[in-house]
């Protein structure tokens, strides 16, 4: 009874998403995305820079291989902002390094491998990233600079991002995943989670300054269920793996770092009353997609497994990645959480988004219904 009250309950879901994205029904009060972050949220910006290391292939297939063509996108096709922009009726946002594209619906300054924190900071704690990083102080340049270009007043500019959605991460999760792949223990890390959490605080600050008056702040994935902290960090005969199968140490590191950030976002909406700051759930989410993977269509013998990937008991190795010469694909992704060990496919994305916009994961849910008023 429980089972059939669920699937009822996502099906239900799905048809209203669906309307949401109905072109029948009435305009949305959004007319533009902002969006800043990391690999979760860019759609080209690292590919254009010339992508690195873990990103070396993102250019070809297999990636993109859903959406029948590389975008620059990490997954096989689309992200969590595509379906937000969808819900909304805008077109999927360009990246800012496309200086070709339109950017009358916004832009997207996320660029895969960011982090929250500035170089000079990882780097005097002797945490390694790829050259080329762009933390978000370096897209908060980017998106001053694309106000100067088409901005033609101070005034103009206020008006024009009154009416925006500034999507604001996921970022942070590579300050982490940087110093977690050296082998830094789980306490060390810890001792950088207010940093990051001011890096995102500050920033925020500063473009409600500008003019931004919607925004949603999320958190960051249970990092214990991902295929290559488990490929990396499980140790055999360990207790340390959940009823999921997730490791529960860096899970609840990950837990940590979202409540430091809710809690901080949560006096940040206090401060600024007439602003509208959601907190999206995403660890919450992402376990409500596992717990309900059977109706969602995934198979629920490679949820921890990457889709795209070179074998071992999670499909993951970090010496031989998706793309690169000897891994290989599933024959569906659209059943696979996960991508390539790190990502997570379109679909899972797709399940995400639906999460954020109907099911409570992003509170306070009045403020994510007056966003989404279509």
């Not at 998106?143 to 100067?148: M, Q």
């Not at 007439?274 to 490679?302: C, K, P, R, T, W």
């Not at 694909?329 to 996960?338: E, N």
């Amino acid at each position: 009874m429980a089972a059939a009250s669920s699937r009822a309950k996502l099906l239900l879901t799905l048809v209203l998403l669906q309307a949401l994205m109905d072109s029948a029904a009435p305009a949305c009060s959004v007319d533009a995305i902002y969006s800043f972050g990391d690999s979760i949220a860019d759609t080209g910006n690292l590919l254009r820079e010339g992508p690195v290391g873990f990103f070396s292939s993102i250019g070809s297939f297999p990636y993109g291989q859903t959406y029948e063509k590389p975008t620059g996108r990490c997954s096989d096709g689309l992200l969590i902002i595509d379906y937000l922009a969808m819900a909304l009726k805008l077109p999927l946002i360009n990246p800012y390094l496309d200086k070709t594209a339109d950017f009358s619906s916004g832009v997207n300054f996320a660029v895969a491998g960011a982090t929250a924190l500035d170089r000079t900071y990882l780097l005097q704690n002797a945490i390694v990233m790829p050259p080329g990083n762009m933390p978000l102080s370096s897209q908060l340049d980017w998106f001053k600079a694309h106000l100067n270009a088409t901005c033609p007043s101070q005034e103009d500019c206020a008006k024009k991002l009154g009416g925006a959605l500034f999507l604001v991460g996921e970022i942070g999760g590579n300050d982490y995943n940087y110093a977690f792949f050296q082998k830094r223990s789980i306490e060390a890390v810890k001792a950088y989670v207010p940093q990051v959490v001011k890096s995102i605080m500050d920033f925020t600050k500063e473009v409600i300054e500008l003019g931004a008056t919607q925004i949603i702040i999320p958190g960051n994935f249970p990092i214990g269920c991902s295929p290559s902290y488990l490929s990396l960090f499980s140790v055999a005969g360990s207790a340390d793996h959940d009823e999921r199968g997730c490791l529960t140490s860096y899970n609840s590191f990950a837990a940590y770092h979202n409540e430091q950030l809710k809690v901080a976002t949560d006096n940040l909406r206090k401060a600024n009353a007439d602003i509208s700051i959601v907190y999206a759930d995403y660890y919450g989410a992402f376990l409500h997609l596992l717990d309900h993977a059977s109706v969602l269509g995934f198979n629920e013998g490679s949820l921890l497994k990457a889709c795209c990937g070179s074998g071992g008991e999670y499909n993951f190795n970090m010496h031989l990645m998706c793309g690169g010469l000897g891994s290989s694909t599933c024959t569906d992704p659209a059943r696979h959480v996960s991508w390539d060990g790190i990502h997570l496919t379109q679909q899972a994305y797709r399940a995400m988004a639906l999460s954020l916009l109907m099911e409570g994961f992003a509170q306070p849910g009045e403020s994510v219904q007056e966003i989404w008023n279509c």
